[in-house]
Nanobody, 121 residues
Framework: QVHVAESGGGLVQPGGSLRLSCAAS????????MGWYRQTPGKQRELVAT???????NYADSVKGRFTISRGNAKNTVYLQMNSLKPEDTAVYYC???????????????WGQGTQVTVSS
């Protein structure tokens, strides 16, 4: 069974920083893309940043220049460094593993349970 887990959320002041961590575990052959999404009540989940296996990154315009997605030294891990946080960044942040190949699955997508990020003074 593939499991995705994220952590690092919390309460921060505007202008502060947080680093979120995500790890995908299980009998994984490869992952096409890992990324971060966020969601607030009443809104659809939106893309924040993605990182492909080849190292290509993509960011939402709203976070470009403030957030950085990167791969950890451990396989199937990814981080989201969030700087200059704004109240509008408040949301539940979800880690996503797209195109996961395992012995039992040709390709599938997995989501973490989410971690709450609150930016408030």
């Amino acid at each position: 069974q593939v499991h995705v887990a994220e952590s690092g959320g919390g309460l921060v002041q505007p202008g502060g920083s947080l680093r979120l961590s995500c790890a995908a575990s299980g009998n994984i052959f490869s992952i096409n893309t890992m990324g971060w999404y966020r969601q607030t009540p009443g809104k659809q989940r939106e893309l924040v940043a993605t990182l492909t296996g080849g190292g290509s990154t993509n960011y939402a315009d709203s976070v470009k220049g403030r957030f950085t997605i990167s791969r950890g030294n451990a396989k199937n891990t990814v981080y989201l460094q969030m700087n200059s946080l704004k109240p509008e960044d408040t949301a539940v942040y979800y880690c996503n593993a797209f195109g996961v190949r395992t012995p039992a699955q040709i390709s599938n997508t997995y989501w973490g349970q989410g971690t709450q990020v609150t930016v408030s003074s």
